[in-house]
């Protein structure tokens, strides 16, 4: 087998070809040396394929494996006339083009991206073994761009696919020909889901919002509280992101920048949610003819208000916690005297941590805890 790089033609060492994973070597094309070497290498099943543009199904045949695809089993082919030749992917993503002669047995590995096409001949007869097939006796392949899979070989999709839009969906994360690291998409998928996650969290606030002013206080606080949830998965997904490691983390920052998490649309939005919040808060004792310094000193008089604060509380503090967590993690992969690429300190974001959404409220707890102890002082 002859194996060089399809993008400057030049000779690969057989060292370097075995040493990403594929094997090859010249086994005499006689029936009964072949057959007991394959016996020893545990592949039982196979058989015979002839491919010229003469077969009745050539075109079909030639589509179906000319785009890249790969297997869940590794690839056993055994040329036995003619020659065919494999572009195979290396680790690194570049092709590596191996041509197939008589007595070339090749395996490439279970999952390794290929495409075969004939050589300059146009005709090959070989084997082909593996230990399952598909129903159409063939290895099954799975295509790397879902649009070039033949359309026989596609199954009707799932209401569930159909529902969350599944190839849309996948279709925004990076090709493997695109992801700059192996961690990218590690990187990408926290800042996606995010988006996400802050639209269902600031639609619940927005109709609390409204359950307050409608009184309807209970199912105001649950819906604050189930943004609070929100928030502590979000906590989650950065905390998935520490595992990160920090050169990984550099090249990603350099050549996949994500911009300013400040420049999020949701983030910012999500900073303001307590101008609608307070006010609608404020209202609602206003006509209950109580304040909050009271509701916090006797809950059980007013348990209802008691949850309500309990849960924006809550929500306020897990934004302040994914701030923080925001910190750290640039702390960790950047350092604590680190800049942005923007140029801001990363101790900005320590600062932004302590910023509290509904501040008012704060304040009134404070001055629960003052009136308290005056209480309980006697001063």
Same mark, same amino acid.
Request: net charge negative; glycine share 6%.
């Given at each position: 087998?002859?194996?060089?790089?399809?993008?400057?033609?030049?000779?690969?060492?057989?060292?370097?070809?075995?040493?990403?994973?594929? !094997?090859?070597?010249?086994? *005499?094309?006689?029936?009964?040396?072949?057959?007991?070497?394959?016996?020893?290498?545990? &592949?039982?099943?196979?058989?015979?394929?002839?491919?010229?543009?003469?077969?009745?199904?050539?075109?079909?045949?030639?589509?179906?494996?000319? !785009?890249?695809?790969?297997?869940?089993?590794?690839?056993?082919?055994?040329? $036995? @006339?003619?020659?065919?030749?494999?572009?195979?992917?290396?680790?690194?993503?570049?092709?590596?083009?191996?041509?197939?002669?008589?007595?070339?047995?090749?395996?490439?590995?279970?999952?390794?991206?290929?495409?075969?096409?004939?050589?300059?001949?146009?005709?090959?007869?070989?084997?082909?073994?593996?230990?399952?097939?598909?129903?159409?006796? =063939?290895?099954?392949?799975? &295509?790397?761009?879902?649009?070039?899979?033949? =359309?026989?070989?596609?199954?009707?999709?799932?209401? &569930?696919?159909? &529902?969350? %839009?599944?190839?849309?969906?996948?279709?925004?994360?990076?090709?493997?020909?695109?992801? /700059?690291?192996?961690?990218?998409?590690?990187?990408?998928?926290?800042?996606?889901?995010?988006?996400?996650?802050? @639209? /269902? $969290?600031?639609?619940?606030?927005?109709?609390?919002?409204?359950?307050?002013?409608?009184?309807? /206080?209970?199912?105001?606080?649950?819906?604050?509280?189930?943004?609070?949830?929100?928030?502590?998965?979000?906590?989650?997904?950065?905390?998935?992101?520490?595992?990160?490691?920090?050169?990984?983390?550099?090249?990603?920052? !350099?050549?996949?920048?994500?911009?300013?998490?400040?420049?999020?649309?949701?983030?910012?939005?999500?900073? @303001?949610?307590?101008?609608?919040?307070?006010?609608?808060?404020?209202? $609602?004792?206003?006509?209950?003819?109580? *304040?909050?310094?009271?509701?916090?000193?006797?809950?059980?008089?007013?348990?209802?208000?008691?949850?309500?604060?309990?849960?924006?509380?809550?929500?306020?503090?897990?934004?302040?916690?994914?701030?923080?967590?925001?910190?750290?993690?640039?702390?960790?992969?950047?350092?604590?005297?680190?800049?942005?690429?923007?140029?801001?300190?990363?101790?900005?974001?320590?600062?932004?941590?302590?910023? %509290?959404?509904?501040?008012?409220?704060?304040?009134?707890?404070?001055?629960?805890? !003052?009136?308290?102890?005056?209480?309980?002082?006697?001063?």
């Amino acid at each position: 087998m002859r194996a060089i790089w399809s993008d400057t033609e030049e000779l690969i060492p057989e060292t370097r070809v075995r040493a990403e994973g594929i !094997h090859f070597q010249k086994v *005499d094309t006689n029936p009964e040396v072949y057959g007991g070497f394959m016996a020893g290498l545990d &592949y039982p099943k196979y058989h015979e394929s002839i491919l010229h543009p003469g077969v009745p199904d050539y075109e079909k045949r030639a589509d179906k494996v000319v !785009h890249e695809h790969c297997h869940e089993q590794p690839e056993v082919r055994f040329c $036995l @006339e003619g020659a065919g030749v494999f572009e195979i992917r290396s680790t690194d993503d570049r092709w590596m083009k191996c041509t197939v002669e008589p007595g070339d047995l090749l395996i490439i590995p279970a999952r390794r991206y290929h495409k075969f096409y004939l050589a300059e001949n146009k005709y090959i007869r070989h084997l082909m073994f593996s230990k399952t097939r598909g129903a159409d006796g =063939q290895v099954v392949p799975q &295509y790397r761009n879902a649009t070039q899979a033949p =359309q026989a070989a596609k199954e009707p999709k799932t209401r &569930y696919e159909e &529902y969350t %839009r599944y190839e849309e969906l996948l279709a925004l994360l990076p090709t493997p020909d695109k992801r /700059v690291s192996r961690d990218h998409l590690l990187f990408f998928v926290p800042h996606l889901t995010t988006a996400l996650w802050l @639209e /269902v $969290l600031l639609e619940d606030v927005s109709q609390a919002v409204k359950f307050i002013d409608e009184g309807r /206080v209970l199912e105001a606080g649950d819906l604050f509280a189930r943004a609070a949830v929100i928030e502590k998965q979000l906590v989650s997904e950065l905390e998935v992101s520490e595992r990160i490691p920090p050169s990984e983390f550099a090249e990603l920052r !350099h050549k996949a920048y994500a911009g300013n998490g400040g420049d999020s649309p949701g983030f910012r939005r999500l900073l @303001e949610v307590g101008k609608t919040i307070v006010p609608a808060v404020e209202k $609602l004792c206003a006509r209950r003819e109580v *304040d909050i310094v009271t509701v916090l000193r006797k809950p059980s008089d007013h348990y209802d208000l008691h949850l309500l604060l309990r849960a924006i509380l809550e929500l306020d503090g897990w934004i302040r916690t994914w701030r923080y967590t925001h910190f750290r993690l640039a702390e960790r992969h950047l350092g604590p005297e680190a800049v942005s690429m923007k140029g801001r300190p990363v101790s900005a974001l320590l600062a932004g941590a302590e910023l %509290r959404i509904v501040p008012e409220l704060w304040s009134a707890i404070t001055n629960f805890t !003052h009136a308290t102890t005056q209480s309980f002082t006697g001063a």
